[in-house]
């Protein structure tokens, strides 16, 4: 067993884990934070993403150990509970960029970290080139642009952002 400590959506966290134990498998199964996904195990699909001290990794592919002395936001650290959402949340749900939200947590995670990298103003093709790690079975893609385009903008003007 190796044990770690690391906070995690700004509360201090400290386990002893496995370590081969997955990242993803430490929130969920240890911490109860379900909703970091999971839906493929390979880092292909993005379900999984979280923020490891402020950039987003696939945390199917991360072991826990490597998290260890650093911070992780999952999507349930994005907004306090009771606060209204973060702006890239709120968009998703007023421009519908999600059907059965199975993978809307990772594009959310990856959408915040790609206009912390990129800025606020995203071109249609910035944000598709940005969204290649990043799989939804039900749409087809648009309304998540839409929604990240709109979620960009709208974290310019938030102190969530």
Known sequence: MAKISLIVNG??????VDPRT????????????????????????????VHLDGKAVKSCTTLAVMADGHEVTTIEGLAADGA???????????????????????????AVDLVHRKGNDLSDQTIREELEGNLCRCTGYQNIVVSIAAGAKAMANSDLA
Not at 11 to 16: D, G, L, R, T, Y
Not at 30 to 40: A, I, N, P, S
Not at 84 to 110: D, K, Y
């Open 11 to 16: 509360n201090p966290v400290s386990a002893n």
């Open 22 to 49: 997955l990242l993803v498998q430490f929130l969920r199964e240890h911490l109860r934070l379900t909703g970091t996904h999971v839906g493929c195990d390979t880092s292909q699909c993005g379900a999984c993403v």
């Open 84 to 110: 209204p959402l973060h702006p890239m949340q709120e968009a998703f749900r007023e421009n519908h960029g999600l059907q059965c939200g199975f993978c809307t947590p990772g594009m959310i995670m990856t």
